[in-house]
T-cell receptor, first 112, second 113 residues
């Protein structure tokens, strides 16, 4: 099915562990984004990618690592999870031409 | 500084009443503006967008928004609320820097029966 999928949808981990959230899109969109959503805040951009092998920091990149070896995949890694990284993470993709973003269903991460 | 501001973290209306969700943007944000809707446990989906041309923009599910440059506003309206409209609504503006959206904090729309 065409679309953008995130996995896992729900994850509970412990402080200090490494966690990877996966994102896969089937549209061949050039741009991909990772956001976090927390109560009282709008979506905050963690990292984005303009194309394969091109990534850049967003507003809140500390503690996160991304890679994009293939256009369709954009994994987000928390190298050493902290409680402050408990959040809902959204992956999105889009083209610069329309400005529209297509979102995954989100990954709810709890760090104990 | 570039910013998008949504007035009211929660808005409650009765079923059948007018829905008005407010969004203001800083004048430094280029006039590419969006409203997204997020239903519970789902990702965001585009409701409508303004890029150029007509300032009254119609979206899905009977929503519309009007771009008012003089007021730096892009308020979202719907004449008659339905229970299925209960969701989180997010306003966003597109920067001219590396295709990044600036997001408002979101407004949760509550529909009273």
């Amino acid at each position: 099915d065409a679309g953008i999928t995130q996995s896992p949808r729900y994850k509970i981990t412990e402080t200090g562990r490494q966690v990877t959230l996966m994102c896969h899109q089937t549209w061949s969109h050039s741009y991909m984004f990772w956001y976090r959503q927390d109560l009282g805040h709008g979506l905050r951009l963690i990292y984005y990618s303009a194309a394969a092998d091109i990534t850049d920091k967003g507003e809140v990149p500390d503690g996160y690592v991304v890679s994009r070896s293939k256009t369709e995949n954009f994994p987000l890694t928390l190298e050493s999870a902290t409680r402050s990284q408990t959040s809902v993470y959204f992956c999105a993709s889009g083209t610069q031409i329309t400005g529209e973003l297509f979102f995954g269903e989100g990954s709810r991460l709890t760090v104990l | 500084a570039q910013s998008v501001t949504q007035l009211g973290s929660h808005v409650s209306v009765s079923e059948g009443a007018l829905v008005l969700l407010r969004c203001n943007y800083s004048s430094s944000v280029p006039p590419y503006l969006f409203w997204y809707v997020q239903y519970p446990n789902q990702g965001l989906q585009l409701l409508l967008k303004y890029t150029t041309g007509a300032t009254l923009v119609k979206g899905i599910n009977g929503f519309e928004a009007e771009f008012k440059k003089s007021e730096t506003s892009f308020h979202l309206t719907k004449p008659s609320a339905h229970m299925s409209d209960a969701a989180e609504y997010c306003c966003a503006g597109l920067t001219d820097s590396n295709y990044q959206l600036i997001w408002g904090a979101g407004t949760k729309l509550i529909i009273k029966p």
